[in-house]
C-alpha cells in the first residue's frame, strides 16, 4: 500500500525516535548514545542575553536557540576562574574536591589531575564516542589536564594566549564534516567576551553610545560606578563603554554560536545530540567595584545554562527555575541518556557531586562557590559563598561574612550581616558543612599528579596576567594569596590589531 507522504514522514520521524529510546525501567525517556556538545562561551553573563532579559540585542542566535531548548534560570559557577570552573563542569566536583583551584599552581607546575578523578570526556571516550575539544584560551591548553579523554584536541597554536572564536570554528568544522556514525562527545570554548573587551569591526560599534535610557536605568538599579579601579592594575575603567564593548563581543561571541548550530542542523545531527550551552562565569563589568571576574559576587557567579534535548529525551523546552550549580550540568543532561553501563560511567557517577536537576527526586540545595587569593598587594584574598533559593552568604576570612537576601535584593547591594546576626550563622554553619564533605572528598580522590611545566605555556600564561604563588591542593583549604584568573593588561596602551588582544 503507498502511504501518503506525509505519513511517511512521520513513520520515518518515529522509526528514528525508537532508535533514539530505549527503555530504562522507569518512565521517564532515555536516549540511547546521543551525541553531546558542549559549548562554553568564556567570561558570559546569564543577564547580558536577551533569553535572560537583557535590554540589548546582543544574542539573536542564542536566544532562537533557546527557545528550543530548557533554559536553567538560576544556574552558577564553582568559580569565577577559567580552569576551576571547567574541570568542575566536567568532572561534576566543587573545586575543593578536585583540588583545581587557579589557573596555575607554585613553582610553574600544571595542576595535575588526582588518580581517582573522572572527566565525562574519558567516560565518553572509553564508551566507543569520538571525542573532541577546541578551546580558544591559555588557561585550558593541554598542561592543565582539562585535555583528559579528548582523542582530539585544538588549542591556540604556539605561543598564542588565545584565539577569536571564528578561527577556533575553523578548526571545528571541518572535524565535525568527517564524523559519521559514531556518536561524538565534541566541547567547543569560545573566548571572546573574555577582557580585554575588543570585538572585531562591526561588532566593536555595534552597542557604542546606543540605548542610553536603558542603560542608565541598568547603571543605576545595579548602583554601578561611573569608574571602577582594577585592583592589581591601579588602572581605571569607565562603566559605560566598558558595557558597550562587552555587548559587542558577546554579539561577536553569539553569530559564532549560530554559525556551529546550523552546522550541527546542516549535518543532520542536531535532533541526535543533547546541546548545552553555559559560561564558565560572568564578568563584574565594574558591580561592586570590580571589572573583570573571580570574585563571588552574583554577577560573575551566575551563568547562562541552556540545554536543547532531542525530542525523544521528552523534556519540552521551557524555563527551569531550580537553582543549579554547574556541577550538575553533566548529570542533569546524562540524566536522560541511558547508562554506557562502562567502568568510567559508573565511576563518574559513583563520585559526581553534581545530581540531575530534572530528576523526579532534585531537592534543591545551597549551591557553593569560592575564591582563591593571588599574590597581590591589594588582593581581597580567599572568599567562600553560598547561594540558596533564599540567601546569598560570603565568608571573607581576612574582612567577616556578608549576607544578602536574594528575593528582595538580587543585585547584593544591602549586607544584613549584621542586622540579622542567626540567619548569618546559621548560613556560615552550612557553608561550613559543604566545605568539610568537599575535602573529605576531595582527600579520597588522593593526590595530584603534578606534571613538568611547559616554560613556553608560562610565558604564555604570565603574558595573560596570570601569575605564579602558591595554592591549596586535594582536601586542603587553599592558602591564601594565591594566583588566579584575570589578565589585567595596561588599558591604556595603544589598541593593538583587532584578535590580538593581550
Ligand atoms: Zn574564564
Redesign the pocket.
Known amino acids: 500500500m503507498r502511504m501518503p507522504k506525509g505519513n511517511t514522514l512521520r513513520f520515518a520521524a518515529l522509526a528514528c525516535a525508537c532508535a533514539l529510546v530505549a527503555s530504562c525501567g522507569d518512565s521517564t525517556p532515555k536516549l540511547e548514545r546521543p551525541n553531546i556538545v558542549l559549548i562554553t562561551i568564556?567570561?558570559l553573563r546569564a543577564d547580558h542575553l536577551g533569553c535572560y532579559g537583557y535590554f540589548r540585542d546582543t544574542s539573536p542566535n542564542i536566544d532562537a536557540f533557546a527557545k528550543e531548548s530548557l533554559v536553567f534560570d538560576s544556574a552558577y559557577a564553582a568559580m569565577?576562574?577559567?580552569?576551576p570552573?571547567?574541570t568542575s563542569m566536567l568532572t561534576a566536583r566543587y573545586p575543593l574536591e578536585h583540588g583545581i583551584t587557579a589557573n596555575l599552581m607554585h613553582g610553574g607546575k600544571p595542576f595535575g589531575w588526582a588518580s581517582g578523578m573522572v572527566s565525562f570526556a574519558q567516560v565518553a571516550r572509553e564508551a566507543g564516542y569520538a571525542t573532541a575539544g577546541f578551546v580558544s584560551?591559555a588557561?585550558l591548553k593541554a598542561p592543565s589536564g582539562i585535555a583528559a579523554g579528548f582523542e582530539t584536541w585544538s588549542e591556540p597554536e604556539g605561543a598564542a594566549v588565545e584565539r577569536k572564536a571564528g578561527d577556533t570554528l575553523s578548526k571545528t568544522l571541518p572535524w565535525l564534516e568527517q564524523q559519521a556514525s559514531q556518536p561524538f562527545f565534541l566541547w567547543v570554548h569560545f573566548?571572546d567576551p573574555?577582557w580585554p573587551h575588543r570585538a572585531p569591526p562591526p561588532y566593536d560599534k555595534m552597542f557604542r553610545e546606543q540605548d542610553a535610557e536603558a542603560k542608565e536605568a541598568w547603571i543605576a538599579e545595579r548602583k554601578l560606578p561611573d569608574v571602577a579601579v582594577r585592583s592589581n592594575a591601579r588602572k581605571s575603567t569607565q562603566t559605560r563603554p566598558a558595557l558597550d564593548n562587552y555587548c559587542g563581543e558577546v554579539r561577536y561571541a553569539d553569530e559564532q554560536f549560530g554559525v556551529l548550530i546550523e552546522a550541527l542542523r546542516r549535518k543532520g545531527v542536531l535532533e541526535n545530540s543533547i546541546v548545552v550551552l553555559t559560561?564558565?562565569?560572568g564578568e563584574g563589568l565594574n558591580q561592586h567595584e570590580w571589572t573583570a571576574?573571580g570574585l563571588v559576587w552574583d554577577e560573575q557567579l551566575r551563568v547562562p545554562l541552556v540545554m536543547r534535548f532531542p525530542k525523544a529525551a521528552g523534556v519540552a523546552p521551557g524555563r527551569a527555575s531550580q537553582l543549579v550549580s554547574l556541577i550538575d550540568m553533566m548529570p542533569t543532561a546524562l540524566g536522560r541518556v541511558q547508562s554506557f553501563d562502562t567502568p568510567k560511567w559508573r565511576e563518574f557517577f559513583k563520585l559526581a557531586t553534581g545530581v540531575d536537576a530534572l530528576a523526579a527526586d532534585f531537592e534543591e540545595r545551597p549551591v557553593f562557590a569560592q575564591r582563591t587569593g593571588r599574590e597581590l598587594a591589594e588582593d581581597p584574598g580567599e572568599m567562600y559563598a553560598i547561594t540558596t533559593p533564599r540567601w546569598k552568604f560570603i565568608h571573607e576570612p581576612e574582612v567577616g561574612d556578608k549576607l544578602f537576601d536574594r528575593s528582595a535584593d538580587p543585585h547584593e547591594l544591602q549586607d544584613l550581616a549584621a542586622k540579622d546576626a542567626q540567619q548569618s550563622a546559621a548560613q556560615r554553619r552550612q557553608m561550613q558543612l559543604m566545605m568539610d564533605l568537599q575535602k573529605r572528598r576531595g582527600a579520597e580522590l588522593g593526590p595530584a599528579e603534578a606534571g613538568e611545566m611547559d616554560p613556553e605555556l608560562l610565558r604564555q600564561m604570565q603574558a595573560l596576567g596570570y601569575l605564579g604563588g602558591e595554592d591549596g591542593r586535594n582536601g586542603e583549604a587553599p592558602t591564601p594569596k594565591v594566583p588566579q584568573?584575570e589578565p589585567v593588561p595596561d588599558e591604556d596602551e595603544a589598541p593593538k590589531e583587532q584578535g590580538d588582544k593581550p
Open positions: 568564556d567570561t569565577a576562574t577559567t580552569l570552573s571547567h584560551a588557561p573566548y573574555h559560561a564558565d562565569h571576574h584568573e
